[in-house]
Structures are given as C-alpha cells and as structure tokens.
C-alpha cells in the first residue's frame, strides 16, 4: 500500500488514454509547480551547505579563535549537541501541552459546539496564528513570565521530586517551561485547524452509523472520528512542530539561555534553541562565525527532516485507518 | 478500488462497538459526560492566553491609534517626539506579504495537487523530501538566501520589497504544500469517480470537483501560511532593510513592515527628553508605537481571515 | 440563495474598497516649521542649509543596531536640509554592518568595533584609491545599574563590580559593598547578575573595562559574549533593562539613556567615584590616544580607563564611510550627510535624542578633512 488512491486513479485514467489536449497541459503546469519548488528548495539546501561548509571543514582550534561563544578543543557536533537538545525538548514540551488541547478544541468546534457558535470559535481560535511571534515574545517577557513565576516555585517545592521540576526555581521566570507554554499557544492554532477541517470531513456515513448503534457523542467521536482523523492529527502536529522548532523571536525575547544537558526546566540558563541562538548572535558575527551560525542552521535542518520522516512512516503504518478514501 | 472496500468494517471493530454498546449504561454516561466536560475545559483554557493576548495587546495599543497613526510615517520623526505614524509599515505589509502570497499559493497549491493527484515515483518522493525539510528553516537563513540569489544578479546594495516576498516566499511554500495536500487527500474518492463516469475530464474534475470540494480547507491552509509569515522579522530586516518613508513599490528601495517596526521600535527603548517630559517629548513614546503596532497587524490580518472566510463561502459547494 | 451570494460578494468588495480607501490616504508628515509642498521646502528657516546647495537621492547604510537612536536623529536633521533627500540606516548589527561595507552592500555603516585587518582590506578594495574614512561617531556612556529597594546609587571600586558579575559577591550587604557605602542602608538581599543574552558591544566594552581595571579577578578575554556561565541573561537593551526591572536584587550593565528607575553605579576611579554623565563619557574618549599606525583618515582609539574625573566605561561605535564613491550622487550625499553627522549640530541632536556623548574638537578637526575630501572617481 505505498501508493495512495488518487495515484492508482491517476495510472488508471492513463491507461484509457484520456491524457489529452488541456488535461495534459493540466498535468504539465502541476508537475511543473512540482519541479519549480524542487528546484528552489534544493537551491536553498545548497545555499546553505555552500555558507556552511568552511565551518564544518575549519578546524575546532580556527573555530574557537572566529566563534566567540566556541569553547576551546571541541567538535562542532559537541558545540552544537546542547543546542540540538534544548530545541527538542523546547518543541517537545510544547507539541505535549498543544496537542491534546488542540484536539479537544477541534472536537468542541466540530461535534460539541452549537453549530452556529462554532464557527465564530473557530475564527477566534485561528486568531492566535495571525499573532506575530514578536507580540508573543512582548507578552511572555511583560504578561506571562512574571504570572507563572509562583506557579514554578510551587512546581518547584512540592513536586521537585519529578526530573522536570527538579533544580532552582527561577525568580524571574524566564525560563524554558513559560517558553514551551508560549511555544504550545503558537501551535496550537496550527493543530487545531488542521484537525478541525479533517474532523469535519468526516464521511456521514460512519458517524450515523455509530449513532444508530446507540453510541453516545464520546463513543462517536471514539468510534468514527478518531480513527479516521488519525493521519491528519499526525501530520497536524508536524507542522506544528516544524513551527516550533523554528520559532525565534519568542524564544528570543524570553529565555534566559545556557548550554546545557539539563532538565530542569523551571531552572534559567541552562538551555537554548538552535534558531534563537542563531538570530541572537548573527548581527555580531562576521566572517567564520557567520559560517559557524548557518552550520547550526543546517542541524535543524536535518532535525527537522529527521522528525518528519518518522511522523511520515507514522501515517504510512496507520494508512488503513485513514478512511478518505 | 472502490469505496466500500477502503474502509472495511472488519469482524473485529464490529466486535469492539458491539461490546462497548453492551457495556454498562451508568459507566457510558459518565465517560461521556466527563469527555463533554474536557472538551469544553480544552477549550476554556485555550481562551485564557488569547484574551490574555488580545487584552495585553488592545489595551496598551489602542491609545496610540489615531487617524495620524495610521496615516503618516515616521519620515524625519525621531526621539520622544509623538507625531508620525505607521503607514509606510502598513503598506509595506500588504505589499510584501500579497507578493509573498502571490508567488506561493499557486505554486504551493498545484504542488500540493501534483502530489495528491498525479505524484508519483521519485520527483513526488524528492518533492516531498524538499518540502519536510525546509518546514523547518531557520527564518534568518530564508533571508540571506534571497539576498544572496538578488545580489549574485543586481549587485550587492539591492535591497528592495520582492527580496523579502521571495524570502517569505520559501518559508510560506512548504506550509502552503503540506496543508493544502492534507485538504486534498480528504475530498472522496467517490467524488472523482462519479466525475469521470459522467465523461469530465480530469483537469475538470480536479478543478471543478477537487478544488471546489476542499475550498474551505484550502483557505485555511492558505490563511495559517500567511499568518506563518506576516509576522516575520529578522529575513525581512535583512533582505529588505528599513526606512521611514513611504515606498510603494515592491522593485526599487527598502520598504517598512508592521512586525520590523514594531520590533525596532521596542528595541530603541526609552527617549531622551532634555526638558523633561512633555506634549511633544515622551520617553516611552517607542514602546507605545510598538503596541499600536501590533495591534494594527492583528486587525489586519483579523480582516483577512474575514476576507479569507467570505471568499470561501462564495465558492464552496452548497451542501446543506 | 444568489441573493445571499450577492450580498457576500458585496461585503468582500465592500472591505477590498475599504482597504483601498486607507491605502489612498496616507503620506509622509510634513514639517511642522515649514509651508506644505516640495517647491517652498528647500527652506531658509533650516539654518546651516543656506549655504549648503540641497542634495537629493537615496543613500542607504547599515550596521550597529546600538545607533540607531541616534541615527534617526541624525536621519532626520539631514532631511529636514534637503527635503529631497532620503537616508535609510538598517539596523542589521555590526558584523552585519562591517561585512555589508566590505562587499559594497552600504554606502556607509554603523560598527561598534573598529574593523579588523581583514575587513579593513576588504573595505579599501571596496573603497579604492582614497581608503576608508573611520571615526567615533557616536559615543555612549554604559551604565551599571541595579534595581534595590531604597538605594538610588552606590559607590563601586572596580574590583568589586568585577567580583559582583563573577558572582563571587553575592549579597547586597556584603562588606566590599559596605565599605565604601557607609551611608547606604544595605538589605540582606541576594545580587541577580543579569547579562546580554546576545553578542553585543556593550557587553565586549563592559568586558574590556572589567579586563583592564581588575585584571587579577576578571581573566577571561573580552569577547562580546558574557563568559560567566548560569547568570541570568536577557536579549537587547530593552531585554536586560526588563529583566533588572522586574527582579529584586539584580544588577546589570546597560546603555545609560536606557536606564530608566533603576539605581546607578558611581563607578571608582583613582581615589575618586565618577557617576555616569554624558560629559564625563566624552572626557575619556577625549583624553584616550588615537591608535598608533592607522592610515589618514582611520581615527580609531585605544581608551584608557583610569583617567581621573572621566567616566571610563564608555561604549565606542564608529561610523564607516569611503573616501571615493563610483557616481556623483551617492558622494555628494555621504559627504552632505557625514558633515552633518560630525557637526556640534548634529552631535547635539543625537545627544539630545539618544543621551550620546559628543565628539571632541580634536576628533572633529582630525575627521574633517577626510569627510571633506569624499568625492566621485
């Protein structure tokens, strides 16, 4: 089953030999589209390989001298090893937190809500996306960070046994948990339209059957609109994530960074994201330690890619639930 | 393939509801109820941030928004002085932004058409590959890349609007893909087949069948890439640049957005005032430009998803 | 339901019309002093643009990010002169600012460091014959400011602001502190170092005055990145003056315009303790030597830190320019500009606007007759 439906459907118009006239020229401009961003992407992967090669050739002691912030007679990869931890862990807390908070929302706005009222929620949920992630950064470091700061000591005192809320309680909150918490209220739009549009195509059929079998609204949602929203929760959560791991300017504004192998997530300085650490010495940087930054730049890359291939051989494995077709 | 194979009710989740509905009714009831009651909270507790947000937002804005606020610009207005305005960052916004949406909604989505309906072999796997990866760039890196492809052709002081849509552009393109092929993959098959039995041609059928069916999801995707991007900063402050004056056009000179304004102007922090504070000098008068800011950009993109919405409901299909 | 499809359609062009509507109607201000319109604007009420002839075109330029306070100042001077004239400064940071010149991206750009060798060279072949124009052109007093309950300001030697940042000192009260407050009523409050989460030339300046003034306690190198690990830290100006605001106890190192309430440090020098002015900040770039071997008109500094009666933490940004341009216009305007720059005039209004330091007479006569000798060739 590694081919989809609409692929076996496409061989199957060819073979009629419908493929004429505007259907083929269709065809061309949509493979062309194809081509054209393959072509584009690819030149920015090479890009920046191109900016990134003399750092990752240069040796630790060239590096160290151009790179301020190198420590002495180390590898790049255990220069950048904490940088690639804090990212995902930074994106992992945060997709923890949205995800079932966003398919909570999305059942409400699709089977729970007053169909009237769901909409306009709906429009007020996706007005969280529209807030630009320098707003986020303003609110985190003014509203959100002072707020949670007796919330973490509490976590802090009463639950330091956890490895998460283990360490020193911040003063000032400006530290990797309240980061994960804007972090998740950034995606969380993203998620959540995603999965809404898909719960609402579920097909009508499966739903009115459950309901004639009795099921209650929990047991439908159960029954027929889970299993078939399986693949788009997925893939609605990776592009959340993608945001996630990418995101800089809050992170930015509202971390109080270190490099660290740590847990502690209520502690400050101890971690930094690849993209924050990025935008926050780049202005400096010249020469090599530009390369070094964009070096970093292509970790996450492959991070990235990494991360969507396994959500893509999630979907793959859970193919049979995914009733579209 | 057909349609009543894909989905098969197999003997064991038969077996499954069948038992669950023959469970006991007291327990059935609470589960749903307590379900009823998470879903809601979910919900609840979404809000709490948003209005937080919005409050924050509002509140500190709105004092600073005037007719001369959103008029003018900030050519020759410097330190405490209150006059001035957003304009020219208004514009900037619309412009670059519709340019950036311009080029990638009708390549993103006649990819993500490409993959659902015709991809096949290595391209539609290499396309795939691409566009996973470059979910995850670095936004910074999407704006030397832009810079550099201009420069390499018109030398390097080029600094002009389409840089920063192109490298809008690269970060929209793959959010754009991977929503709209999400949307895509939804329409039924049923749909196409019910199509191509009445004698419409494929393209046809994608156009008026596909397309028409997943409008709504696709203006959602569209609507999230814009939102993705609309807030940007640090490409735009590279490959575009700065200035205080108007400039509405996209090919020559540097252009103004709402997030870099914004940005900058909280990064100035507070003025000097030599005589104190008064009518025409106000220390934190750049804060006050930054939440006045923000607040348009909410508005506006507020409207496009508005504009977003009505557009969809014209087009797509009448089902009820 | 065409009916309803029509009234859709009117709402969508309704706020099409209205997005239109506000797109029509916006402009830049008009000068308050003058009369409307371009043809009354080449004024005689601007002072200094009698007998300057009026330039126009676009000039654009880019770099420290720290400057730009006052490069909207200057910015603004020069184009209230020649209304035609239009000068964009990105604030790309001053690696962005020094490489951007060296490739002939900017006309003229903001450092916050004096550019090295290799940049230097970079920036000659860029600049041809002439070589490069290099001068201090916005000098910055960097404050020590703390945020304590019922202390507005407090006398610091220099090793002990060095041993506070190391975190070696970490009580309000302890007796390094007390012994040169006496009057000051010291709680038993823990210091909270917060630092620039970014590389930044306050930081790299703040560094290189702890390096030179306490060299047995600070060893690390100046670098631009703060060395000390498991501090707090904070993004920006705006970010640390933040962050120092809403902790108790906490300590750190700002631009002095950006301040605000907190508390400042009288920082020793000698025998002495000098608080932070903009004047005592200018003194020691205007004691400190020009360095030594610089071509003609590179008039880079090597500050000295202990003169007595200055203020010796000082952030020094230089402002980069060439001395030949390839067309006429662009020459004209950064020779126009720089002029204005370098003035008492324009020097007092970045003072005014942004609290800089200005320039000494010294420095001006030395960079004059460089800006002046800025033509097209």
Known sequence: MTDSPPRARARATRRRGSDRGFNRVFRWIAVGSGVLILAVLAAVALFLLWQAWPALTAGSDELATAVPRYPEDTSFVAYVGPLVFGTLLAAILALAIATPLAIGIALFISHYAPRRLSQVLGYLVDLLAAVPSVIYGLWGFFVLAPFVVPIWSWLNEYLGWFPLFAGEASPTGRVLATVAIVLAVMILPIITAVSREVFLQTPKLHEEAALALGATRWELVRTAVLPFGRSGIISAAMLGLGRALGETMAVLMILSPGFLYSFHILDSAQHQTIAAYIALDFPEASGLAVNTLIATGLVLFVITLAVNMGARAIVARRKEFSGAN | ?320 | MNLSRFTRAGSAVAVGVLALSLAACGSDPEPADTAAGDDTADSTETGSAEDMESLSGQLSGGGASSQEAAMNAWRAGFQQMNPDATVNYDPVGSGGGRTGFGDGSYAFAGSDAALDEEELAAAEAQCGPGGVIEFPGYVSPVAVAFNLEGVDSLNLQPETIASIFLGEITQWNDEAIAADNPDAELPDTAITVVHRSDESGTTENFEEYLYSVAPDIWTEEPSGVWPVEGQESAQGTSGVVGAAQAGEGTITYADASQIADLGTVAVGVGDEFVPYSAEAAAEVVAQSPRTEGTSEYVYTIDLERDIAGTYPIVLVSYSLACTTYADEETAGLVKGFLTYLASEEGQQAAADAAGSAPLSDTIRQAVMPGIESISAG
Not at chain 2, 270 to 290: K, Y
Request: net charge positive; charged share 10%; with cysteine.
């Open chain 2, 1 to 320: 393939m057909s349609a009543t194979t894909a989905h098969p009710p197999t003997a064991e989740s038969t077996e499954r509801v069948r038992s669950m509905l023959t469970a006991a009714h007291p327990g059935r009831k609470r589960v749903d109820r307590t379900m009823t009651v998470l879903v809601w909270g979910a919900f609840a507790l979404a809000m709490v941030p948003l209005i937080s947000l919005l409050w924050t937002v509002t509140s500190n804005g709105i004092g600073r928004i005037s007719m001369d606020f959103l008029t003018l610009s900030m050519r020759n207005i410097f330190g405490g002085d209150p006059t001035g305005g957003i304009y020219h960052a208004i514009m900037g916004t619309l412009i670059i932004t519709g340019l950036a949406t311009l080029i990638s909604v009708p390549i993103g989505v006649l990819t993500a058409i490409y993959l659902v309906e015709y991809g096949r072999g290595a391209l539609a796997r290499s396309v795939t590959f691409f566009v996973d990866v470059m979910t995850g760039i670095p936004s910074i890196v999407a704006g030397l890349f832009a810079v550099a492809l201009f420069t390499l052709i018109l030398g390097p002081a080029a600094r002009f609007g389409l840089i920063g849509a192109v490298a809008l552009s690269v970060l929209m393109i793959p959010v754009v893909v991977r929503s709209c092929e999400e949307m895509l993959k939804l329409v039924p098959n049923e749909l196409r087949e019910a199509a191509y039995a009445l004698g419409v041609p494929k393209w046809l059928t994608i156009v008026k069948v596909v397309l028409r069916t997943s409008v709504a999801g696709l203006t959602t995707g569209v609507l999230l890439a814009i939102a993705r991007v609309i807030g940007e900063t640090a490409p735009l402050l590279v490959a575009v640049g700065v200035t205080d004056s108007i400039n509405t056009n996209p090919f020559e000179g540097r252009m103004m957005t709402l997030p870099v304004f914004a940005y900058r102007q909280y990064s100035q922090g507070l003025a000097t005032c030599p005589g104190g504070e008064s009518a025409t000098c106000i220390p934190d008068i750049a804060l006050q430009n930054a939440w006045g800011a923000a607040l348009v950009l909410i508005v506006l993109v507020l409207l496009l998803n508005i504009i977003g919405r009505l557009v969809n409901r014209w087009f797509s299909p009448k089902l009820r």
